[in-house]
């Protein structure tokens, strides 16, 4: 983590703390303590207080019985809400994003693609979580679009903590980069529509490996999500290994 500077600490705790969601930093059922958390970005305890509660009154912590804040775990129904909600909003920020793509900026996701495939080579969940994460907002900031832009961070910050059981799937390594490659050629077509269906393949591609995951915690006896948008998604990986 890094250390903030001492200047507006409670807003500083706050977007430190959120990106950190979004990231995949912490985990699904962590508890977040107040003094380690100060002691790592190197401030006081009061506004990492404050940036905590406020996440709690988004919705992106929880607070515990015992009055301690810790990172919500996703059941099964929420996460495949949450998913159905990313592709709407994340498919429509690509869209609107896509005219605004100079090559230079397309240049700099292909850079950033290498990144990812160094972390995919050397297992480092951590680093491709972090660079994933900064590879879809670069996108997103695009779309010129604030509201459109803060829902999708509000929506990050509940499904980033989960986004660590991907590499619980080793089977994911293999076409973790995929996703990336299809929207960063839609870009360079300057397709919007094909944007944003790379953009809902890549969300619905994870979401496969993450709800099996997901159906396995809660049972045997967990019912299957009938999501028009994620069965065609699985519809084509059927036609593709088919093909």
Not at 27 to 40: D, F, K
Not at 79 to 90: A, G, I, P
Not at 198 to 217: C, H, N, P, T
Request: glycine share 6%; net charge positive; with cysteine.
């Amino acid at each position: 983590m890094a250390r903030l500077e001492h200047q507006t600490l409670n807003d500083r705790a706050y977007a430190a703390l959120k990106k950190g969601l979004m990231s995949g930093q912490f985990r699904p059922g962590e508890v977040l303590t107040i003094r380690q958390l100060a002691s790592a970005y190197g401030i006081s305890a009061t506004p990492v207080r404050e940036a905590l509660q406020r996440l709690v009154a988004e919705r992106s912590l929880e607070l515990l019985r015992n009055r301690s804040i810790g990172v919500p775990v996703l059941t099964l129904d929420k996460f495949v809400e949450l998913r159905r909600v990313r592709c709407l909003l994340e498919g429509l920020a690509g869209e609107l994003a896509t005219p605004h793509f100079m090559e230079a900026d397309i240049a700099r996701l292909e850079r950033m693609i290498e990144e990812i495939e160094r972390d995919i080579a050397g297992r480092n969940g951590a680093g491709y979580l972090r660079r994933n994460e900064k590879f879809h907002f670069l996108i997103y900031e695009r779309a010129s679009s604030p509201l459109t832009l803060r829902m999708i961070q509000d929506l990050w910050t509940q499904v980033g903590p989960f986004f660590n059981r991907l590499f619980e799937d080793s089977g994911y390594f293999s076409k973790a980069n995929e996703g990336h490659r299809k929207i960063v050629a839609a870009l360079r077509s300057g397709n919007p529509a094909a944007v944003r269906r790379s953009i809902v393949w890549d969300i619905s591609e994870a979401a496969e490996s993450l709800m099996a995951g997901l159906r396995e915690m809660a049972g045997p006896a967990a019912p299957r999500a009938a999501d028009p948008m994620l069965m065609s998604a699985s519809s084509s990986a059927v036609a593709r290994r088919n093909g």
